[in-house]
């Protein structure tokens, strides 16, 4: 298995445009999440989903970030318009909401930068 | 309210010596508890959990980690360091009520392992 993917990998871009980060989850995961990781404010939640349904969205910052999962096998997460203190880390993890199982496999992650 | 804390910021062992990183958890029921890893410029990578059964569990690098139901604790712990063990570690509580897979994260303890 490929493991949770993520793109770009890297991403800099100037205050006010808009970023798209794109996950593709784990095959057969049931459950996808987005956090983001500073050295401020270390690991945070910021949305997850069960069965592509939004469960809890109250980690999003602000109206500015927005995410979706079309489909068991693809979500993005929007920034528009970006800021500089959105730079961070934004991490992707998916995991299968079963009984006994539901460890959360992590993406090697979205470097952000906003300029 | 459901948390997880890692009282340490930073824990510093000798190559050689055993560590250990303490958690406690503080979650309504019976608990699914989870070590992380974080390299860095890495994702979290998965490496043990506890969900029933025997108080010890082993998990991957030769770490091991030992659930306290009376102290509310997970502390990992390894017998022998290595500096290559040196990272950011992570504690994660998933309560049992409830199964949308969402996890608690600590704040990390980041080890540092001296030659």
């Known amino acids: 298995d490929a493991g949770v993917i993520q793109s770009p990998r890297h991403e800099v871009t100037e205050m006010g445009q808009e970023v798209t980060l794109r996950c593709k989850p784990i095959?057969?995961?049931?459950?996808l999440f987005w956090y983001r990781q500073t050295m401020m404010r270390g690991l945070e939640l910021l949305i997850y989903f069960n069965n592509n349904v939004p469960i809890d969205d109250s980690g999003m910052p602000e109206d500015r970030f927005s995410a979706k999962m079309p489909n068991a096998s693809f979500s993005t997460l929007k920034i528009q318009p970006s800021e500089p203190r959105d730079s961070a880390v934004y991490f992707c993890?998916?995991?299968?909401?079963?009984?006994?199982?539901?460890?959360?496999?992590f993406g090697p992650g979205t470097r952000l930068l906003v300029l | 309210a459901q948390s997880v804390a890692q009282p340490e910021d930073q824990v510093n062992v000798a190559e050689g010596n055993p560590l250990t990183v303490k958690c406690t958890y503080s979650?309504?029921?019976?608990?699914?508890l989870f070590w992380y890893v974080q390299y860095p410029n890495r994702g979290l990578q998965f490496l043990l959990k506890?969900?029933?059964?025997?108080?010890l569990v082993k998990g991957s690098y030769g770490f091991e980690a030992e659930f306290n139901k009376s102290q509310t604790s997970f502390h990992l712990k390894k017998p022998s360091a290595l500096v290559s063990d040196s990272a950011l570690y992570f504690c994660a509580v998933r309560p049992f009520s409830g199964n949308t897979g969402k996890l608690i994260f600590g704040q990390g303890t980041t080890l540092q392992v001296k030659p």
């Open positions: 993890a998916s995991s299968l909401v079963l009984a006994n199982q539901e460890t959360q496999y």
């Open positions: 979650v309504s029921g019976n608990p699914y």
């Open positions: 506890y969900i029933t059964g025997d108080n």
């Open positions: 095959s057969g995961h049931n459950s």
